[in-house]
Nanobody
Framework: GHLVESGGGLVQAGGSLRLSCAAS????????IGWFRQAPGKLREGVSV????????YYADSVKGRFSISMESAINTINLQMNNLRPEDTAVYYC?????????????????????WGQGTQVTVSP
């Protein structure tokens, strides 16, 4: 399967961006899918994930109240609406999928739980 991200770009602090990830080639009844990011010199971290079967959602504390994840099941697409962006949100954002379903809260935002990754899209937030 493939994951293709879109929607990154350059925005000023306080602005908004919407990322999308289209999944294709997967034949799954249940999976976890979501967004991760990696800033220069930092480890990849979980941002927000959603379960296809049960709709559970998890957010990193740093984005709660500002970011919102949603799923368009009919077209196998997830979106990440990012509002009130901050310079520290600058990173390459990756879409990732776990074919085994969304893990429990301890593991759902851990990159190691995900075996399929997109190429990433750059998000840059200027001060």
């Amino acid at each position: 399967g493939h994951l293709v991200e879109s929607g990154g770009g350059l925005v000023q602090a306080g602005g908004s961006l919407r990322l999308s990830c289209a999944a294709s080639g997967f034949t799954l009844n249940s999976y976890g899918i979501g967004w991760f990011r990696q800033a220069p010199g930092k480890l990849r971290e979980g941002v927000s994930v959603i379960g296809y079967r049960d709709g559970r959602v998890y957010y990193a504390d740093s984005v709660k109240g500002r970011f919102s994840i949603s799923m368009e099941s009919a077209i196998n697409t997830i979106n990440l609406q990012m509002n009130n962006l901050r310079p520290e949100d600058t990173a390459v954002y990756y879409c990732a999928l776990d074919p085994h379903g969304l893990r429990t809260s301890d593991w759902a935002l851990q990159p190691i739980s995900y075996g399929h990754w997109g190429q990433g899209t750059q998000v840059t937030v200027s001060p």
